[in-house]
């Protein structure tokens, strides 16, 4: 099975990746997407030995919402610096993740915006779907996605925590639905219902590692071998056996992310 998001480049993966990544074989996931932020030099660096190590892992290049402010005062730097990024990093399928955080509002929402639909229109160039990561903007995301005609952009909602009803937003707009281990925390039930109703062909399962560690591995840090725990959860939810979870998801990866598409 596949792990869709996961940070393997970040620095607290840097003197156990190939342990990690042992891990994550014998747990029976051959590949990942692994998030690498387009402003960040040294996680590029990282990328090498994580495509070394891993020669299955795929790529997605972007600029987090939490970066947007280093575009504040030069807007019209942002498709080139992506498009470049994306250019020095063999094998990226996928422009992420990009999108909107108006919880931490690290950046100033009109930058984020800004940043978001700058890259969303180099993705469409580029024929690469998007992983969008939205925090409490669920509706400025929306219309931006509506704005520029999706589903012409496909992609998908990374570590969905909203309710069933935004994510049929979600798949009526196109797009696919990614769930992580808040799967599984006690107080999800809202997202578990959503993950039960999920068309299955736009269902995707992912760590976020190094953060949010499924239950009972909370406090942890997180792994790729620990997206089979989130799919165990996605899969009694939805009345399935975790071997049809497991190749469905994969298959849904594949089809979305294909490694073929290239910039
Ligand atoms: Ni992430």
């Given at each position: 099975m596949i792990d869709s998001h996961c940070h393997l480049a970040d620095e607290v993966f840097e003197t156990t990746l190939d342990e990690v990544i042992a891990r994550a074989r014998r747990a029976g996931v051959d590949g990942a997407l692994c998030m690498l932020d387009a402003t960040n030099p040294d996680e590029a660096s990282r990328s090498v030995r994580v495509a070394a190590l891993w020669p299955a892992v795929r790529f997605a290049v972007g600029v987090h919402p939490h970066q947007?402010?280093?575009?504040?005062?030069?807007?019209?730097d942002v498709e080139a610096h992506v498009r470049a990024a994306v250019s020095a990093r063999p094998g990226t399928c996928a422009i992420g993740e990009i999108g909107l955080d108006y919880?931490?509002?690290?950046?100033?929402r009109d930058v984020q915006r800004e940043v978001f639909r700058r890259q969303i229109q180099v993705a469409s160039e580029l024929g690469h779907p998007i992983v969008i990561h939205t925090r409490e903007a669920d509706d400025d995301t929306f219309a931006m996605l509506g704005d520029v005609g999706a589903p012409a952009v496909p992609g998908v909602f990374h570590c969905f925590t909203g309710d069933a009803a935004t994510a049929q937003r979600a798949v009526d707009l196109g797009f696919h639905v990614s769930f992580s281990g808040?799967?599984?925390?006690?107080?999800?039930e809202a997202i578990r219902e959503a993950a039960a109703a999920v068309p299955q062909d736009r269902l995707l399962v992912e760590t976020d590692s190094p953060y949010l560690a499924p239950v009972p591995y909370r406090g942890k840090l997180n792994e790729p071998a620990w997206v089979v725990r989130v799919a165990e959860v996605v899969a009694e939810v939805r009345g399935q056996s975790l071997v049809e979870v497991q190749a469905q998801t994969t298959a849904t990866f594949d089809a979305l992310f294909r490694p073929g598409r290239t910039s």
């Open positions: 947007a402010g280093v575009f504040s005062d030069r807007l019209d919880h931490y509002d690290y950046a100033p808040i799967v599984s925390f006690r107080t999800a």
